[in-house]
């Protein structure tokens, strides 16, 4: 039987390249086999800053074959979807899977809306584990836990964003909100930054870099029937602890979750969209 291989080519110029980091791991969500990302300047730059012995003939031969790393002029591809990502409401997941998303003001998709009983199964079963029912939204649900950080939104620019979405606010009352850095190298540069100082003095926990609560490490274990805002790659049951409940969602809408101790469209606290 013939093996169908899923490649997704993109094309994302504007990303910085910590962004298409995450955008390829996180491909593999929609089936894919692998994601590619042509190396621009952006790319390159990343490269050869963190590189320095890559100098002289070195960089040339470096260089004349990341040129070629692109799709031929004349490929054909089975779909090509084109996004402005500057008109997207900010995503939530309802269910226990990172597919099962909505818009933060969408809302969930009813039984009678869906016809393959497999995906009917499994929105009931995603249902009963969030203690969610269909058609409701998202936004005003509330939270006791933020997670933010780990690999996949633990950045310099994540926690930039961060501190841009909660203002002068503190973490509400009854929300533990933790921030993770996804290195050691992000957890120096927030703090010569200032970001360090001002996530602590607004009630969030400043920890060192690492899985932790991504996946329920050591003693960073959600207890069952908690339900967090988080900025990790998978929300599967019991990911975080057995019995505890994940919602992916973005750094900047997670901090948003925070200050409020609800999902938020953080857009509205920033003042980009009305109430």
């Excluded at 490269?47 to 004349?64: F, S």
């Excluded at 089975?78 to 226990?96: L, Q, R």
């Excluded at 057995?242 to 469209?265: C, E, F, K, N, Q």
Aim: hydrophobic residues 40%; neutral net charge.
């Amino acid at each position: 039987m013939a093996t169908r291989l899923s490649i997704v080519v993109l094309q994302l110029e504007g990303l910085s390249t910590e962004a298409r980091f995450t955008l390829c791991n996180m491909t593999v969500e929609t089936g894919a086999s692998g994601a590619l990302i042509a190396p621009d300047k952006t790319a390159i730059d990343y490269v050869l800053v963190r590189c320095p012995d890559i100098t002289g003939a070195i960089k040339e031969r470096a260089l004349a074959h990341w040129a070629t790393l692109y799709s031929d002029k004349d490929a054909m591809f089975d779909k090509e979807y084109e996004f402005d990502a500057s008109n997207m409401a900010p995503f939530v997941t309802w269910g226990t899977s990172p597919d099962q998303a909505i818009a933060i003001n969408a809302a969930i998709p009813t039984k009678d809306s869906i016809k393959d009983p497999v995906d009917k199964l499994s929105l009931e079963k995603a249902l009963k584990y969030t203690k969610l029912s269909d058609g409701q939204t998202l936004e005003g649900t509330p939270i006791n836990h933020v997670f933010i950080g780990s690999c996949t939104n633990g950045r310099i620019e994540d926690l930039r964003n961060v501190i841009a979405a909660i203002g002068g606010r503190k973490v509400a009352a009854g929300v533990r909100a933790m921030v993770v850095p996804g290195s050691g190298a992000v957890k120096m540069q927030a703090k010569k930054e200032g970001i360090a100082d001002k996530l602590i003095a607004a009630g969030f926990e400043w920890r060192k870099p690492g899985c932790s609560m991504c996946l329920a490490m050591n003693d960073d274990i959600l207890t069952s029937g908690a339900r967090c805002a988080s900025t990790t790659n998978r929300n599967f049951e019991g990911r975080q602890g057995r019995g505890a409940i994940t919602h992916l969602m973005s750094p900047a809408m997670s901090a948003g979750a925070a200050v409020t101790g609800m999902i938020t469209d953080v857009r509205k606290l920033q003042g980009a969209v009305n109430e």
